[in-house]
Each structure stands twice: as C-alpha cells, then as structure tokens.
C-alpha cells in the first residue's frame, strides 16, 4: 500500500473505482481484492451488550472512598475529565493517591509544560510504545494541582482564559481518543457573602478557576471541612473517629463533606461525609 501511495485506509473505501485505478495503475480484479482485503480489517464485529456493559464496568477507577464513589456513579469513568476542588487539607491529594497504582510523575511548573506532556503521552500511546509499562495501560491522568499551573498567568484575562481551553481540548482529545480518565485537583476561595451552588448555606468558598472553567469538567466535586455539629436532615455527626489503621495505629478523623457541584451525566446537589485520617478516606458506614 505504501509503495502505491495510500497512506489511509479512507483512500480505498470512498475514492471512485475509476479514479483510483488511473492514478495507480490496478485492475479491477486488484483494485476488488485490496478493498476486500481493507474492510475485512477495519470491520466492527458485534459484540453483545452485555460484553460492553462488563467491560465499562471494569474501566470505571474506584477512588477508594465509598460515599465518594456513589456520587460518581461507581467511580472515575473512562473519557470524563473529574475536577475535585477545596479547601486545604480537605483530602484533595490524599483522594488522588488512593487511586494510583502504577505511576510517572512529570514536574510540569506552567500549563504550556502540561500542554507538552499531554503531546508526549499522545504520540507514546498512538506509537503503542510496549517497551515502557506505564503506557501499555495507561487508564488516568491526575493534575495536581491545575489551579497551580495557572497562577503565573493571573490578572492577564485574555491569555489566561485562551490558555485554559487550549489545556482543555488537549485534555479531551486523549479522553476521547484513548478513552483515558482525567482528575484534577484545584484550590478554593472566598465566596461572599455565600456560595449558591451549594446545598450548604455555610459554605463560604468556591472553586478558584472561577466562572471561565465552569463547563470544561465532566463532573465537578467540592470538598469542605465540616464545621456543624447537626447538617439538616442529617443524623447527628460525631466530630471525631479514633480509627486504628492497617499499622495498628490509633489515628483521629475528622469529618468532611464531599458535595458534586455540576455534573453533565449524574445528579447534582448531592453530598456524602468521609473522614481523612492518616494516609486514608474512610465513609461512615466503613468505620462502623
């Protein structure tokens, strides 16, 4: 095929008979087979819909936090870009490291850095580089923290704003071609006199990307420090959990609210509480 020019598949399938044999010399008859031969290896094979279903079951990521995972009907899915923004010490990093397995780490310091290793990652997985294991499953990408990589650029809207979506449509050219996963993690601030999104009127905070990153997430979760003793239509909430970990040692938990602020396939306005402690989340019901 290379020595007659055709580089893509397309060539054979929509170009004219006619066409195509004039311009590289074929019969018919080879013109037929070649053709043949092209759909008989690009063709979709049916596959049963209970195939598919085990498979996207499979593909879903737990984040290691129960409650978490119902929010995100069964945890992170393949091609969905997740956002998980709060305040510090909420258990941002600690939610991410729970889902890690086999793992690289870049040092990317600016977006234009993110936007470069988004490159590499795309050329490695089209390449089907199989001498690196990383890549051979590549199934999340997490970013932490993207509000970080921003903060060079702050007070300069117009470029700011061109670089978030260009950072953005890398993202979700990979998702939907390598069908990845992608967390990321951002920073809160002050929300006056409330935010109205929440289903919490004490919530004085909100994600820093701001109005301009709003649709660009799949889902959006916002993590809080629970600072209530009695959350409306909520049985009472103990403040503290001494939990003794694998290590057999005694360590204290506080409380946290997990809250989904948009999401395009799930229900928003939900929330669960988890507790952080140690190197590990917990929900209620996994304490008890």
């Known amino acids: 095929m290379c020595q007659r020019s055709i580089k893509k598949e397309r060539n054979i399938l929509f170009m004219k008979e006619d066409d195509f044999c004039s311009e590289r010399k074929l019969s018919r008859q080879e013109f037929g087979e070649l053709r043949h031969k092209t759909i008989s290896c690009y063709k979709v ?3 049963r819909g209970s195939d598919l279903l085990e ?13 978490i995972d119902e929010l995100l009907q069964g945890g992170l899915h393949p091609g969905e ?3 998980i923004s709060g305040e510090t010490a909420t258990g941002k990093t600690q939610g991410e490291e729970d889902v890690m397995n086999r793992i690289r780490i870049a040092k990317c310091f600016d977006v234009y850095a993110v936007m470069e290793f988004i490159e590499d990652l795309r050329d490695h ?8 294991n990383v890549y051979t499953n590549v199934k999340l990408i997490i970013i932490d923290s993207f509000a970080a990589i921003f903060s060079p650029l702050l007070g300069v809207t117009q470029t700011q704003g061109l670089n978030m979506t260009l950072a953005n449509d890398n993202i979700n050219t990979d998702t939907s071609e390598f069908g990845e996963g992608v967390q990321h993690s951002g920073s809160a601030i002050a929300s006056n006199p409330n935010n109205p999104i929440s ?3 004490s919530t004085k905070s909100k994600p820093s990307l701001g109005m301009s990153w709003t649709f660009m997430p799949d889902v959006q979760l916002y993590l ?3 600072v209530e003793n009695k959350i409306e239509n909520e049985k009472s909430i103990q403040q503290n959990y001494v939990y003794t970990n694998r290590k ?3 360590v204290i938990m506080k409380p946290k609210i997990c809250e989904v602020h948009r999401s395009r ?3 928003m306005g939900k929330w669960c509480i988890f507790y952080m402690g140690g190197n590990e989340l917990f929900t209620h019901d996994d304490i008890l």
Do not use: A, R, W
């Not at 498979?55 to 409650?67: A, I, R, W």
């Not at 997985?125 to 690196?132: G, H, Q, T």
């Open 45 to 47: 094979l049916p596959k």
């Open 55 to 67: 498979m996207l079951q499979t593909d879903v990521l737990s984040t290691g936090c129960y409650g």
């Open 81 to 83: 870009v997740t956002e």
């Open 125 to 132: 997985l089209e390449n089907k580089d199989k001498d690196d």
């Open 199 to 201: 289903v919490f009127s």
């Open 224 to 226: 809080t420090h629970c």
């Open 248 to 250: 057999e040692i005694e």
């Open 265 to 267: 396939n799930g229900q």
